[in-house]
């Protein structure tokens, strides 16, 4: 059997683009060699070698460029923001590579849908995140994480810190987590993370712009209620007040008001999120990975330029 050789290239360890690397690594099929390497380790890789490679972070992406046509291998970049924001490094993206991977519908069609882009969303290991304590043996604590260097797109000072208060005035216990530094002081592992999860009830985001927030899906395999700005692609995942709810406005009073609907009704939002985070597995039951699989393969059976633009909502993985 032939084997298709494909390099996936993350920011830093112990970040959530590595994460995405291991898993891509953990469920490929047998005609299917996956290697995962950070950016600071990639100069002493020979690039010759794999016929794709693909970058996680498409704003390290360009640097990247030269050294991958050298190898004439296919360079695949996944771009992890929606339309709100960084307009100019969307039309970088698609000038310096040879395909595009879309995670959110919103930046895919927004100004209309491009030559050489797909849309496939992001995906979670329901191995490693799962819920193992049901969310009425919980507390009523919200979560949230997020790096300084995004903070104010993330709403972090603007929204998330007043909030606190009227929270705990409200009885909800909350951790807002503000990553400063990447270190194991501050990031979480996979266990750690998980374990995070299942102590909380609520999981929250206040962005203006996003790709996938990690906590959505991560959060909603773990059984916690997601309650999300509209931003990224949490319009393909979330029924407002079904397996989540969806703040309209980022303000304290919003935020305030639907966490506090979700605590009157948080055992069959839970329910909700838990059967609906089920296709968006990488592995079982959903296989959301084969989607990447099925792409490694069209491309380098096909070209670049012959793999039509689809979404993952509207093609099955078996038909690209």
């Known amino acids: 059997m032939t084997q298709h050789r494909i390099l996936i290239v993350f920011d830093v360890p112990g970040w959530c683009y590595e994460r995405r690397a291991v898993t891509l690594q953990k469920y490929a099929p047998a005609d299917m060699a996956i290697d995962t390497t950070s950016h600071a380790e990639l100069s002493g890789r ?41 307009h100019k490094e969307w039309t970088l993206t698609l000038r310096l590579s040879d395909f595009v991977i879309v995670n959110n519908e919103h930046r895919w069609t927004f100004g209309g849908i491009q030559p050489r882009t797909v849309c496939i969303s992001n995906g979670d290991d329901l191995d490693v995140f799962s819920c193992r304590t049901p969310i009425s043996d919980r507390p009523d604590r919200c979560i949230w994480s997020g790096g300084t260097g ?22 909800f216990l909350h951790h807002f987590r503000l990553i400063t530094s990447i270190d194991p002081s501050q990031v979480y592992d996979q266990h750690q993370m998980d374990v995070w999860y ?17 906590g959505l899906l991560e959060g909603m395999a773990c059984g916690c209620v997601p309650i999300m700005t509209e931003c990224g692609n949490v319009p393909e995942i979330l029924v407002n007040r079904h397996n989540g709810m969806i703040v309209d406005e980022p303000t304290v009073p919003a935020f305030l008001e639907a966490i506090t609907y979700a605590r009157e009704h948080r055992e069959r939002l839970s329910a909700a999120a838990l059967e609906s985070i089920q296709s968006w597995s990488y592995g079982p039951p959903g296989y959301r990975a084969n989607y990447f699989y ?27």
């Open 150 to 171: 995004s903070a104010k797109k993330k709403r972090f000072s603007e929204t998330l810190v007043p909030l606190q208060k009227p929270l705990e005035r409200s009885g």
């Open 198 to 214: 299942n102590d909380a009830s609520y999981v929250l985001c206040a962005s203006e712009t996003e790709g996938t927030p990690n």
């Open 46 to 86: 020979d690039l010759r070698k794999y016929d794709v490679v693909v970058s996680l972070d498409y704003q390290a992406a360009p640097a990247l460029r030269d050294r991958v046509r050298a190898a004439k291998a296919i360079h695949v970049v996944s771009f992890n923001k929606d339309a709100r924001s960084r």
């Open 294 to 320: 099925s792409l490694f393969r069209a491309l380098i059976e096909r070209g670049p330029q012959g793999v039509k633009p689809f979404s993952y909502r509207d093609v099955h993985w078996s038909q690209i």
